[in-house]
T-cell receptor, first 115, second 112 residues
């Protein structure tokens, strides 16, 4: 157990629908990151939050949004889902952005299947 | 644009031999390079890192080499063990904000 909790582990939904993925960071970590891993793709950076504020954005689609709440958990909202959004979505956390040399601690991911 | 590239999607090695995983990058605005290991149904876990001011870092069976002029790093595993079979991701940390940019991953298979 890495200390980063992601729910749900699996999600199957239809095209056009909206889903919410949830992440609880490791205790004491203030920064949360979201990554997408599609088939045969590396981990694509989506968005970063630090202590409730958006810190950096990557290749995140306009149909996707995220937020970090006062208790530091984060949610990634995916709307108007398309087949191509099927992927593994990982959340990671760190004490501060770029803290130390150890990078981030990752959760075990949410596997989203859009049918 | 892919700033961090792992050009070998897979690698197969005999147990006890050396595994060499390679990674290339295109951006000079990285201050740390990291390797992560990922087993199926799990998230990536940190393995080893190297500062951009170093050229080698060793931790047990794992050694990372950095060649800044070639913008290339490699991970050496000696000796390789069947439990090392996993997907290995190379990552580079931006010196602006600290986000990690990952490569596509290399699947290592160590055969007994």
């Amino acid at each position: 157990d890495s200390g980063v909790t992601q729910t749900p582990k699996h999600l199957i939904t239809a095209t056009g629908q909206r889903v919410t993925l949830r992440c609880s960071p490791r205790s004491g970590d203030l920064s949360v990151y979201w990554y997408q891993q599609s088939l045969d793709q590396g981990l694509q950076f989506l968005i970063q939050y630090y202590n409730g504020e958006e810190r950096a954005k990557g290749n995140i689609l306009e149909r996707f949004s995220a937020q970090q709440f006062p208790d530091l958990h984060s949610e990634l909202n995916l709307s108007s889902l398309e087949l191509g959004d099927s992927a593994l979505y990982f959340c990671a956390s760190s004490v501060e952005p770029g803290q130390g040399t150890y990078g981030y601690t990752f959760g075990s991911g949410t596997r989203l299947t859009v049918v | 644009d892919q700033q961090v590239k792992q050009n070998s999607p897979s690698l197969s090695v005999q147990e006890g031999r050396i595994s060499i995983l390679n990674c290339d990058y295109t951006n000079s605005m990285f201050d740390y390079f990291l390797w992560y290991k990922k087993y199926p149904a799990e998230g990536p876990t940190f393995l080893i890192s190297i500062s951009s001011i170093k050229d080698k870092n060793e931790d047990g069976r794992f050694t990372v080499f950095l060649n800044k002029s070639a913008k290339h790093l490699s991970l050496h595993i000696v000796p390789s063990q069947p439990g090392d079979s996993a997907v290995y991701f190379c990552a580079a940390r931006s010196n602006q904000g600290g986000k990690l940019i990952f490569g596509q991953g290399t699947e290592l298979s160590v055969k007994p």
